[in-house]
């Protein structure tokens, strides 16, 4: 490489693609080239930043003429239609064995179609997700890379210099082939979302089943996150709780409008769970509570229907709040247990190799997620890497053990009180579903033939059988072809 060349370049030069450009430039190593679209883009970026040498280029030829061989480039565009633009006047100018990278949240479908179309031109493609949002991007994401084995052998030493670091190891790890690492992502924003929701439903029992003010409250997060709950989002919780609106002098939760936004993945992770088959039922809650919190002219129409009509009050708010704390950390066990179930069968699905405890080590640290709790994870895949159910797992049994007498206290509350819950309930729904010994299921079988002839199993002998309904009620063996 000569003194000229930059060893990676970033395509996409909005925040969270110049902060990478920024992080990558800061690693001992990397000469980094930049392009945007826009000429204006670029020139800021390379004024405002002098110290991070980079290679500034106004044409895709001059940006791949800039880059060693193999050529390697991260676009960090909007996902969709902008993605297969940059792809595409990339591949023009990229020659077999470089690579594209897409840092974008992009839906693993598409990263599928990409790779195996630019695979044809001898290019690697590399869907890569890329967490932790605008501070993660500059000073340390956590990075979920797909791609060939070819790509990770360029591309890995890259990626680790400018990845977080947890417990001495960087946060970023071979995910698997082509639309794998966007895969990976997708269910990491998902478990995101059903994290966030049982925060916000914690907050929202303590809040009205105790009258403590969210200052008050901020302080119980601050406490919980010294134990088992240490995470981020409940560190964050906490200072969005003491938050004093600069204009009202009103708390600025009280300030914020109620409905919650979303930029897609948590649909596609329930969308995708449908489609494998795998219940992930805490994370579906979370994002049809922010899909109902966005429909104000309905909640408005429905307010005028008849609620519990006793008030909310809890005799003992110490009491209430160990509940709560304790119901939350075995629904965030059932969450992120539902994840990895997603995960597991995706791999099989798509014919992927993925690890699940390496997935859960690089969500220690520069990610939304991150939090200690995952160090259990990982030790629970070391011990047992084919794991069925990962909430079955010692340390995760032993603390539903412990918690599940004060989370079906606080469910029970909240629905005599009339507050919703629905991530703290579907939670438990799947706990007490998951264990169960026998489920309704048999009578919904029985419905399926009736109606449809769809045919069931017996549980005292081989086969596939059907009953003719009408007249004497005569079971038939059928041909398994439903």
């Known amino acids: 490489m000569n003194a000229a060349a930059a060893n990676i370049g970033v395509v996409g030069l909005a925040v969270m693609g110049s902060n990478l450009a920024r992080n990558l430039a800061s690693r001992e190593g ?99 997700g890329i967490s932790g949002g605008e501070e993660g991007a500059l000073n340390g994401p956590s990075i979920m890379p797909g791609g060939s084995d070819e790509s990770w052998v360029t591309l890995g030493p890259i990626l680790k210099s400018i990845a977080a670091v947890a417990e001495g190891e960087p ?15 997708m269910v990491h924003n998902g478990i995101e979302y059903a994290d966030m929701q049982l925060i916000a439903e914690a907050y929202d029992l303590i809040r009205r089943g105790t009258g403590k003010t969210p200052a008050e409250i901020a302080d119980v997060f ?55 088959g795998v219940p992930v039922s805490g994370i579906a809650e979370a994002t049809f509570a922010r899909s109902l919190s966005s429909h104000p002219e309905q909640r408005a129409v429905a307010s005028t229907l008849p609620g519990p009509e006793e008030a909310f009050e809890v005799a003992d708010a110490d009491a209430f709040i160990e509940d709560v704390r304790q119901a939350l ?59 069925p159910v990962l909430a079955t797992a010692p340390y995760f049994a032993d603390a539903l053990t412990r918690g599940q ?51 069931y199993k017996r549980i005292d002998k081989d086969g596939t059988f059907h009953t003719l309904w009408s007249g004497d009620r005569t079971e038939i063996e059928a041909e398994d072809t439903h």
């Open 405 to 455: 007498a004060a989370w079906r206290r606080v469910v029970i509350a909240a629905t005599q009180a009339g507050i919703p819950s629905p991530a703290f309930s579907s939670s438990l729904a799947y706990y007490d579903g998951i264990r169960a010994e026998r489920l309704p299921a048999a009578l919904v079988q029985g419905q399926r033939d009736y109606f449809g002839a769809h045919t």
């Open 30 to 128: 990397n000469t980094v080239a930049v392009y945007n679209r826009s000429r204006e883009k670029t020139d800021d970026l390379v004024a405002e930043h002098p110290e991070a040498g980079f290679l500034p280029a106004f044409s895709y030829e001059e940006f791949a003429a800039s880059l060693s061989k193999p050529r390697t480039a991260i676009i960090m565009v909007k996902a969709g239609r902008g993605t297969d633009a940059v792809i595409d006047e990339l591949v023009k100018v990229f020659e077999p064995g470089d690579i594209i990278v897409d840092g974008g949240n992009a839906y693993f479908p598409d990263t599928i179609r990409r790779e195996k179309a630019v695979r044809e031109t001898g290019i690697n493609f590399v869907g890569a």
């Open 171 to 185: 946060c970023v790890t071979h995910i698997g082939h082509d639309g794998a690492g966007h895969f990976v992502k």
């Open 222 to 276: 601050a406490e919980w996150n010294k134990g088992e709950l240490e995470s981020y989002l409940i560190e964050i919780t906490a200072e969005v709780l003491r938050q004093v609106d600069a204009d009202t002098g009103k708390p600025l939760v009280d300030v914020i409008l109620d409905q919650a936004g979303a930029k897609g993945t948590g649909a596609w992770t329930v969308q995708t769970a449908l489609a494998l």
């Open 329 to 387: 950390f075995a629904s965030k066990i059932i969450a992120y247990s539902q994840g990895f179930d997603e995960i597991r069968a995706g791999a099989a699905e798509y014919d992927w190799t993925i690890d699940l405890g390496a997935v859960s080590k690089i969500w220690r640290e520069g990610c939304i997620i991150r939090a200690q709790f995952l160090n259990r994870i990982a030790d629970a895949y070391a011990e047992q890497a084919d794991l």
